[in-house]
T-cell receptor
């Protein structure tokens, strides 16, 4: 089955800095890669996603890149703000239609 | 548009009891996924229902079961509760096999 590794588990940055979270996957049939943000006590919310026929996607301060050959994808957040502090999860949807999630990255943005 | 709803918000049970958790998907969504989110373990896939049928299940014992009703709402049942079943149980709905939208979760505590 699919295996998704996510790094780092914790990321601490100063307000205004950039943050990068990386995920690798194992199933070459995976074709959809969403990223979720989960604030403390709240539900995971989709913030950006990318499909396997696209290499990069951007939405304001958030971007995701996908390298199918290396089987990894990354979330980039620029100009971080304290409200970006949350746990971020990556996921990979493979041939089984069941997403496999990474273990999450706790992002802390210091004012 | 109403989002995914779950009930109850919190549930406290004792070992050996049974728990029933409920989920209502977004209108028009036919797929419902159940996940367990235990502390530090990310999201673990439990069950997937689509059009009233169980399509796939994760690596959990048979005492975790559920069903999907004709209106696409779903129920998760956990029998013979164990202490390690304490977790946040999240439901997600989808119109297809990719983008999922999560409910607020049910916090299950087993004493």
């Amino acid at each position: 089955g699919e295996n998704v590794e996510q790094h780092p588990s914790t990321l601490s940055v100063q307000e205004g800095d950039s943050a990068v979270i990386k995920c690798t996957y194992s199933d070459s049939a995976s074709n959809y890669f969403p990223w979720y943000k989960q604030e403390l006590g709240k539900r995971p919310q989709l913030i950006i996603d990318i499909r396997s026929n696209v290499g990069e996607k951007k939405d304001q301060r958030i971007a995701v890149t996908l390298n199918k050959t290396a089987k990894h994808f990354s979330l980039h957040i620029t100009e971080t703000q304290p409200e970006d502090s949350a746990v971020y999860f990556c996921a990979a949807h493979g041939g089984s239609y069941i997403p496999t999630f990474g273990r999450g990255t706790s992002l802390i943005v210091h004012p | 548009e109403a989002g995914v709803t779950q009930s109850p918000t919190h549930l406290i049970k004792t070992r050996g009891q049974q728990a029933t958790l409920r989920c209502s998907p977004i209108s028009g969504h036919t797929s419902v996924y159940w996940y367990q989110q235990a502390l530090g373990l990310g999201l673990q896939f439990l069950l997937w229902y689509d059009e009233g049928e169980e399509r796939n299940r994760g690596n959990f014992p048979p005492r975790f079961s559920g069903r999907q009703f004709p209106n696409y709402s779903s129920e998760l049942n956990v029998n013979a509760l164990e202490l390690e079943d304490s977790a946040l149980y999240l439901c997600a709905s989808s119109q297809s096999t990719d983008t999922q939208y999560f409910g607020p979760g049910t916090r299950l505590t087993v004493l």
